[in-house]
C-alpha cells in the first residue's frame, strides 16, 4: 500500500502562486509514476501533470508554462508549483501514485482562485 498525503492548498487572488506538496509513505518502492489531477464541482477528474522516475514530466495543456511539477525522491514528496493562477483553475487537487500494487490517491487539498 501507498500513502499519501496533499497539502498547500489554499485561497490566492488570480495572478497568484500557490505550491502543493503530497508526502508518499508505505511502499513508495512501487512507485512508478505520480502525478497531480484536479475535479472542479460537476467536472470529472483530470490529469494536470505527471513524472515518472526517471523525471520525466507531461502536462495538461491548460498549466503548461505555469504549473510545474517536480519531486524530491530523499524527502519522498511530489510538488506542483503553480503560478499565474486563474479563476479556472479552481479546484480539488487530487495525489496519485501509480505503482505495481495498484492506483492510489491522496485525499485532496481545495484550490481557490478568486479576488
Do not use: H
Request: net charge positive.
Amino acid at each position: 500500500q501507498v500513502q499519501l498525503v496533499e497539502s498547500g492548498g489554499g485561497l490566492v487572488q488570480p495572478g497568484g502562486s500557490l505550491r502543493l506538496s503530497c508526502v508518499a509513505s508505505g511502499s513508495i518502492f512501487s512507485i512508478n509514476i505520480m502525478g497531480w489531477y484536479r475535479q472542479a464541482p460537476g467536472k470529472r477528474r483530470d490529469l494536470v501533470a505527471r513524472i515518472t522516475n526517471t523525471g520525466s514530466t507531461n502536462y495538461a495543456d491548460s498549466v503548461t508554462g505555469r504549473f510545474s511539477i517536480s519531486r524530491d525522491n530523499a524527502k519522498n514528496t511530489l510538488y506542483l508549483q503553480m503560478n499565474s493562477l486563474k479563476p479556472e483553475d479552481a479546484a480539488v487537487y487530487y495525489c496519485n501514485a501509480m505503482s505495481g500494487l495498484g492506483d492510489f490517491w491522496g485525499q485532496g487539498t481545495q484550490v481557490t482562485v478568486s479576488s
